[in-house]
């Protein structure tokens, strides 16, 4: 079951992917409004009040939507779609161009056992772009390993084809990607690359999904540890009078606020942790 703090932080990741960005598309696939298009409208960003999720669009217009028992929010790449079994089931489709991208990689050794996790958030490019840069860390790691066979498993039906020669490469961003990946390919005695389904690859979409929330408003404390400091502001000063008390959550090495702050990104605060009472 969702809770509150784990809705913040989908807002966040989806404020990260969609705020400020026009719609291409917007599809709600519920019969009461079946017949309503967002397509051309902005988002303006996400507010959460406990488990429903607010998307503020230009208009004056809101989507509110409820994650209930089970339900959740999927941020894909351009270029990528659920597979049908999940989109089936899909009551919100919000489509844009060109978006945040991060690539996920789990590295195991011959007997399945995970050696390696590589995330990294590259900024805004397509998903095409996000998987060759996924497949060259995942080659860069195999050669500083003196790994000398690999076998890929990639969920990207366009790259695994485009690796094999199937496909040409006509796109002027991949190109030097692919160039890149397939003379590192060669350098192994043995390369192999195998398409598969998403529903295989989520230990590594889970990772591209946490790089991406890494740079969305959900800091992580670092060795699991929150630095503690007592505020030296005097009662009255100009410093306490601008101040906001919030109340948060910690979880998994992760502070959640439980309100939106409505802070301009790359905003530096300083936080004086106390423990809340329990009403």
């Not at 291409?24 to 507010?47: C, N």
């Not at 690859?201 to 889970?206: G, I």
């Not at 101040?243 to 301009?264: C, H, K, Q, T």
Request: glycine content about 8%.
């Amino acid at each position: 079951m969702p809770e509150g703090d784990t809705v913040y932080a989908l807002a966040r990741r989806l404020d990260a992917a969609l705020r400020g960005r026009e719609l291409t598309q917007g599809d709600l696939r519920v019969p009461a409004h079946a017949t309503a298009d967002l397509a051309g409208l902005t988002v303006l960003g996400h507010v959460t009040h406990g488990k429903h999720l607010l998307t503020r669009l230009s208009g004056d217009l809101t989507l509110h939507t409820h994650l209930k028992m089970s339900g959740s929010w999927t941020v894909s790449s351009t270029g990528r779609w659920l597979p049908p079994t999940v989109m089936a089931d899909a009551r919100v489709v919000l489509r844009t161009e060109e978006g945040p991208a991060a690539y996920g990689v789990v590295i195991r050794n011959p007997r399945g056992e995970i050696v390696a996790r590589l995330r990294k958030y590259i900024g805004r490019a397509t998903n095409n772009v996000a998987e060759y840069y996924g497949l060259i860390a995942a080659l860069d790691y195999a050669q500083s390993n003196s790994v000398r066979a690999l076998h890929i498993e990639s969920d990207s039906e366009l790259l695994v084809k485009q690796m094999r020669g199937q496909y040409k490469v006509k796109s002027a961003d991949l190109q030097p990607l692919f160039e890149r990946a397939k003379k590192m390919s060669q350098s192994f005695a043995s390369f192999r690359i195998n398409h598969v389904y998403r529903e295989q690859n989520r230990e590594a979409d889970a990772l591209a999904n946490e790089a991406m929330d890494e740079v969305s408003g959900a800091p992580r404390a670092e060795s699991g540890k929150a630095k503690m400091e007592k505020s030296n502001s005097p009662a009255g000063s100009g410093a306490a009078a601008s101040a906001i008390r919030v109340r948060a959550r910690f979880r998994s090495g992760v502070l959640y606020p439980l309100e939106d702050l409505n802070l301009p990104d790359g905003a530096e605060v300083e936080i004086v942790l106390r423990p809340a009472s329990r009403t």
